[in-house]
């Protein structure tokens, strides 16, 4: 979907449609008052005070016929350039206009106002020339949003809205809005009982389903044997850890305000880990290690605790318990290009088995607020550089971005962009100088000194949560075989004639590991099969009395009409052939 706000015509139109929509509110709601309504990457949004009225998608059409019949009027409009005295005045009735007003500094900025017909609005600008031109324009939803985003604040009324130039790019956006809606990883995941959320649980924390969970254990059973595979020692680590700890590692200082509030019992304090660094240090540290051990590559699938604001979380996609697949991989300073390099392509053999291809590498670098980062800008200096040139001498194509990094060092991320639009960190891989250091992390060189290791974090799935979150809204649900929670669902034409060859297909198919159920519902075919497809599951077999004779299967794939009627070694040696080469 086009991002509005970057095209400087469509930022205008969706803008000026803001102050057509807030005059066609005024009209129907006089008392209604206004405080802001600016362009974002979807359209615009104008945050409204209606007293005691509230909004609903019935008064969003009312809404929208207003807004047509002022633009069919095709009043000009004007600009107005005030100063701040004046601007006082103009809109002396509206407490959201004077606190705008107030703010401003008439010998830095210009004040300005814009009248079309009988409504004036605070605004820089800059507008269309006329009301005549919005046309193709629709309110999408109305939500509420606390006045200036503070929860202290008053409840104000926003209302969503998208304008374009023509009617055919506007119906291909709305078209496209519906897509994403069938995508939205929340929708597929209630529809495939996949995962599910409750207040009495909390906001952030998404209780898998039977169906989640088998996902969940393939997932995490795929990437553990690629990293066994790689030489990877997995650990279990505790999912709580002493404030001391991550004192030690720096955490406390400049990650508390996202962790979860101490613990105290006794005369310890705990709190829920954010990450699972700090353990892995320790890990390493519990014994002597020479040059000739190195690489050590620790990993481990972790539950972590971060306190997302609940306005940020968002179903599997944003968490406040999450699960990391994480490792750390500990080496000298003369292995880290080669390591990296294998991380890289470590990245792009699961994004090639996913089949993902929009996406590209990020260079999360320090910013320039410091304090936000560990004091050492030597560290810095020399982790960035060392960082860019392994990049470099990958030759993989990346950009950087300024304050992105972690607060120890610098980092690759994999940015992907979601199949409804959003962008969202997938796979990182960080280069860190300082957890040696705040560990006193030692092996002995080739010389039998002592030297400090450099460390790679690095997760390659990201957290499972958001990985299946991008994965539902990737395929739609429709998972591959190996990974879909049912693979087979057997259907007999009638169970009394063909129930017991239905249970013998399904004890074969069990005993061979797959994935089956057999549904003996006293139920028409076409209505088990037309529910299969619903829930997506990848192979429907029928079994009538062709099949029960010969010992044969007729399946349909999800998708397609065909039926193809096959034996069971036949069919049984289709399904082992795709699950193992996990065909898409």
Same mark, same amino acid.
Not at 201 to 213: C, D, E, F, I, Q
Not at 281 to 292: E, I, Q, T
């Given at each position: 979907m086009?991002?509005?706000?970057?095209n400087?015509?469509l930022?205008?139109?969706?803008?000026s449609?803001?102050?057509?929509?807030?005059?066609?509110?005024?009209h129907?709601?006089?008392?209604?008052k206004?405080?802001?309504?600016?362009?974002?990457e979807?359209? @615009?949004?104008?945050?409204?005070?209606?007293?005691n009225?509230?909004?609903?998608?019935?008064?969003?059409?009312q809404? #929208?016929?207003?807004?047509?019949?002022?633009?069919?009027?095709?009043?000009r409009?004007?600009?107005?350039?005030?100063?701040?005295?004046?601007?006082?005045?103009?809109?002396?009735?509206?407490?959201?206009?004077?606190d705008?007003?107030s703010?401003?500094?008439?010998?830095?900025?210009?004040?300005?106002?814009? !009248?079309?017909?009988?409504?004036?609005d605070?605004?820089?600008? %800059?507008?269309?020339?006329t009301?005549?031109?919005?046309?193709?324009?629709?309110l999408?939803?109305?939500s509420?949003?606390?006045?200036k985003?503070?929860s202290k604040?008053?409840v /104000? $009324?926003r209302?969503y809205?998208?304008? @374009?130039e023509?009617?055919?790019d /506007?119906n291909?956006?709305?078209?496209?809005l519906? #897509?994403?809606?069938?995508?939205?990883?929340?929708?597929?995941?209630?529809?495939?009982?996949i995962?599910m959320?409750h207040?009495?649980v909390?906001?952030?924390?998404?209780?898998?389903? %039977?169906?989640g969970?088998?996902?969940?254990?393939?997932?995490e059973?795929?990437?553990?044997?690629?990293?066994?595979?790689l030489?990877?020692q997995?650990?279990?680590?505790p999912?709580?850890g002493?404030v001391?700890?991550?004192k030690?590692?720096g955490?406390?200082?400049?990650?508390?305000?996202?962790?979860?509030?101490?613990?105290?019992?006794?005369?310890? #304090?705990?709190?829920?880990?954010?990450?699972?660094?700090?353990?892995h240090?320790?890990?390493?540290?519990?014994?002597?290690?020479?040059?000739?051990?190195?690489p050590i590559?620790?990993g481990?699938?972790?539950?972590?605790?971060?306190?997302e604001?609940?306005?940020?979380v968002?179903?599997?996609?944003r968490v406040?318990?999450?699960?990391?697949?994480?490792?750390h991989?500990?080496?000298?300073?003369?292995?880290?290009?080669?390591e990296?390099?294998?991380v890289?392509? /470590?990245?792009?053999?699961?994004? $090639?088995?996913?089949?993902?291809q929009?996406?590209? @590498?990020?260079?999360?670098?320090?910013g320039?607020?410091?304090?936000?980062?560990?004091?050492?800008?030597?560290?810095?200096?020399?982790? #960035?550089?060392?960082l860019r040139?392994?990049?470099?001498?990958?030759?993989?194509?990346?950009?950087?971005?300024?304050?992105?990094?972690? @607060?120890?060092?610098?980092?690759?991320?994999v940015?992907?962009?979601?199949? =409804?639009?959003h962008?969202?960190?997938l796979?990182?891989?960080q280069?860190?100088?300082?957890?040696?250091?705040?560990?006193?992390?030692?092996?002995?060189?080739?010389?039998g000194?002592?030297?400090? %290791?450099v460390?790679?974090?690095?997760a390659?799935?990201? !957290?499972i949560?958001?990985?299946?979150?991008?994965?539902?809204?990737?395929t739609?649900?429709?998972?591959?075989?190996?990974?879909?929670?049912?693979?087979?669902v057997?259907?007999?034409?009638?169970?009394?004639?063909?129930?017991?060859y239905?249970k013998? =297909?399904?004890?074969?198919?069990?005993n061979?590991?797959?994935?089956?159920?057999?549904d003996?519902?006293?139920?028409?075919?076409?209505?088990?099969?037309?529910?299969?497809?619903?829930?997506? =599951?990848p192979?429907?077999?029928?079994?009538?009395?062709?099949?029960?004779?010969?010992?044969?299967?007729?399946?349909r794939?999800?998708?397609s009409?065909?039926?193809?009627?096959?034996?069971?070694e $036949?069919f049984?040696?289709?399904?082992q052939?795709? =699950?193992?080469?996990?065909?898409?």
């Amino acid at each position: 979907m086009i991002n509005i706000k970057e095209n400087e015509k469509l930022s205008i139109i969706n803008h000026s449609c803001a102050h057509l929509l807030a005059q066609a509110v005024r009209h129907l709601y006089p008392t209604a008052k206004f405080w802001v309504g600016p362009v974002i990457e979807e359209g @615009f949004y104008y945050d409204i005070d209606l007293g005691n009225i509230t909004l609903t998608e019935d008064n969003l059409i009312q809404i #929208e016929r207003e807004m047509k019949k002022i633009a069919k009027d095709g009043k000009r409009i004007i600009r107005e350039e005030l100063t701040k005295t004046q601007a006082l005045e103009r809109f002396h009735d509206d407490p959201y206009k004077i606190d705008l007003i107030s703010k401003m500094d008439e010998k830095e900025e210009i004040i300005s106002c814009y !009248t079309q017909g009988d409504f004036t609005d605070l605004c820089r600008g %800059p507008h269309v020339e006329t009301v005549k031109v919005l046309k193709y324009f629709k309110l999408l939803k109305v939500s509420g949003a606390y006045w200036k985003g503070d929860s202290k604040n008053k409840v /104000l $009324q926003r209302i969503y809205g998208i304008c @374009f130039e023509n009617e055919e790019d /506007l119906n291909k956006h709305l078209e496209d809005l519906e #897509e994403a809606k069938q995508r939205d990883h929340r929708k597929i995941g209630k529809d495939l009982k996949i995962f599910m959320t409750h207040d009495l649980v909390g906001k952030g924390m998404p209780l898998w389903l %039977p169906n989640g969970a088998m996902i969940r254990y393939n997932l995490e059973k795929y990437i553990k044997d690629k990293e066994i595979a790689l030489g990877y020692q997995h650990v279990y680590t505790p999912s709580l850890g002493s404030v001391d700890l991550y004192k030690t590692s720096g955490h406390w200082d400049h990650y508390k305000e996202d962790m979860f509030p101490m613990m105290k019992l006794d005369d310890e #304090e705990f709190v829920l880990r954010p990450m699972n660094c700090p353990h892995h240090m320790l890990v390493f540290k519990n014994d002597l290690h020479s040059y000739r051990d190195l690489p050590i590559r620790i990993g481990e699938l972790a539950h972590d605790f971060r306190y997302e604001a609940s306005g940020a979380v968002c179903g599997l996609e944003r968490v406040r318990c999450m699960c990391q697949n994480d490792a750390h991989i500990f080496c000298s300073l003369n292995q880290v290009g080669d390591e990296f390099a294998r991380v890289v392509q /470590l990245i792009l053999d699961v994004y $090639q088995d996913f089949g993902f291809q929009d996406y590209s @590498f990020r260079l999360s670098l320090r910013g320039k607020e410091k304090e936000k980062y560990f004091d050492d800008d030597e560290m810095w200096n020399k982790a #960035e550089s060392m960082l860019r040139k392994v990049l470099t001498d990958l030759d993989l194509e990346f950009y950087e971005a300024e304050d992105e990094a972690a @607060f120890y060092g610098p980092k690759l991320d994999v940015q992907v962009k979601s199949a =409804i639009g959003h962008d969202v960190t997938l796979s990182t891989c960080q280069l860190d100088f300082l957890l040696p250091e705040r560990f006193d992390l030692t092996f002995i060189n080739e010389k039998g000194e002592k030297e400090r %290791p450099v460390v790679i974090h690095r997760a390659i799935l990201g !957290t499972i949560d958001r990985f299946t979150a991008f994965l539902l809204e990737e395929t739609k649900g429709v998972l591959p075989l190996w990974l879909a929670p049912i693979q087979i669902v057997i259907i007999p034409v009638s169970n009394e004639h063909h129930g017991e060859y239905g249970k013998k =297909i399904l004890n074969l198919l069990k005993n061979a590991s797959i994935r089956c159920e057999l549904d003996s519902r006293n139920e028409k075919v076409g209505y088990k099969m037309r529910e299969a497809q619903t829930k997506k =599951i990848p192979y429907s077999i029928v079994i009538g009395d062709q099949e029960k004779e010969q010992e044969l299967v007729t399946y349909r794939k999800h998708g397609s009409e065909e039926k193809i009627t096959v034996s069971v070694e $036949q069919f049984l040696s289709l399904l082992q052939e795709e =699950i193992q080469n996990k065909v898409r």
